[in-house]
Each structure stands twice: as structure tokens, then as C-alpha cells.
């Protein structure tokens, strides 16, 4: 593989590829699609071709004059969101336990949904993988 191949991000393409994974749009990436579009005046979709990205995707990038980082918008529909704060507070107290959050959020909040739900609701709250 060359240089150039992996300066372009068509290394990083190929392994996301191959790993099943989804690319998501940090800023070097951003910058480097504005570069394409801009300076090397490519088109979306060759961009969108060569980064392995969905040309909506660089669409979005090109029309955006500065960097966002991706952000989840919060539910307010779940079993969970009355107890938000209390979670944020409490899981790092007690390590991120699913079972001991449930098992308060039950005893002493009132709520009724399942073990299954806590511990997704956690996920984002842990330790890094």
C-alpha cells in the first residue's frame, strides 16, 4: 500500500470494511473531505467513494462551516429519564453495577422496568472499552 493511499484514508476505509465497523466523521476526517472539496476540487461523490463514507455524509461535512462532533440527541421517552440524574450521579459510586443501580432504582425510586434496561441505559457511563 502507498503513501498516498494511506494519507487519503483509503487504508482506514478498507479495514473498517473489513471489520464491519461504521466510520464515523471526526475532525481529521472533516477537514480532509473539506481539503478534497475545496482545494482538490473533487466531487461529493468521489469523496464519498474513496473514504468509504456515504455521500449524504460528506454532503453534510461540505455544507458545515466548522466541526461537530456527533452527539446522541437524549430521549425523554424512556423508563430511565426521570432517574437520569440520579444514574449520572450514583454508577461511577458503584462502579458502573447495572444489578446494585437496578436494584436501588426498584427499591427506593419506584422503578418498575427490567435489569435489561438500566444496563443499556449504563452502557455509555462506563469504563472505556
Not at 51 to 69: E, I, N
Request: charged letters at 30%.
Amino acid at each position: 500500500m502507498s503513501l498516498d493511499e494511506v494519507e487519503s484514508g483509503s487504508m482506514i476505509a478498507v479495514q473498517a470494511e473489513q471489520s464491519g465497523d461504521r466510520i464515523m466523521v471526526n475532525k481529521d476526517r472533516w477537514e480532509q473531505i473539506q481539503r478534497m472539496f475545496r482545494s482538490e476540487r473533487r466531487s461529493i461523490s468521489a469523496i464519498a467513494r474513496e473514504l468509504g463514507v456515504d455521500r449524504k455524509t460528506v454532503r453534510r461535512c461540505v455544507r458545515s462551516a466548522t466541526w461537530q462532533p456527533y452527539q446522541r440527541a437524549p430521549r425523554e421517552d424512556t423508563l430511565l429519564a426521570d432517574h437520569e440524574d440520579f444514574l449520572r450521579q450514583r454508577a461511577p459510586q458503584v462502579r458502573y453495577s447495572a444489578r446494585i443501580l437496578h436494584q436501588e432504582l426498584c427499591a427506593g425510586r419506584g422503578f418498575t422496568g427490567n435489569y435489561d434496561v438500566v444496563k443499556r441505559f449504563g452502557v455509555p457511563y462506563g469504563r472505556a472499552a
